[in-house]
């Protein structure tokens, strides 16, 4: 099981990005996926996180600026943002649970994990 995530880069304050994160080995039809940030000297933290049925969860800090998306054809789950501040600064991981959506905010049931994508917003 692989999760690859990608699409992070630097960007300017109120820029957007895109996030993806390709699952291989697992099929997005029975995952919950998720989307957490580690920034500097902080724990890693949920921030969004979306279930087979299309319920979709987000830290409150990024409601109204991000959306996790997910499409099962190419088994890829996006993460778009919007109105980048540079407390968004942060590596980006994705990672995936067949746990139920009960436990979305229990880092410890993610058991697929991306390598992280780098995201930096600064003038």
């Known amino acids: 099981v692989q999760l690859q995530a990608s699409g992070g880069g630097l960007v300017q304050p109120g820029g957007s990005l895109r996030l993806s994160c390709v699952l291989s080995?697992?099929?997005?039809?029975?995952?919950?996926i998720a989307w957490f940030r580690q920034a500097p000297g902080k724990e890693r933290e949920l921030v969004a996180a979306c279930d087979t049925d299309g319920d979709t969860h987000y830290v409150d800090s990024v409601k109204g600026r991000f959306t996790i998306s997910r499409d099962n054809a190419k088994n890829t789950v996006y993460l778009q943002m919007t109105g980048l501040k540079p407390e968004h600064t942060a590596v980006y991981y994705c990672?995936?649970?067949?746990?139920?959506?009960?436990?979305?905010?229990?880092?410890?049931?993610?058991?697929?994990w991306g390598q992280g994508t780098q995201v930096t917003v600064s003038s």
């Open positions: 990672a995936a649970t067949t746990k139920p959506w009960r436990y979305r905010k229990v880092q410890s049931v993610y058991r697929y």
């Open positions: 080995g697992v099929t997005l039809d029975y995952s919950a």
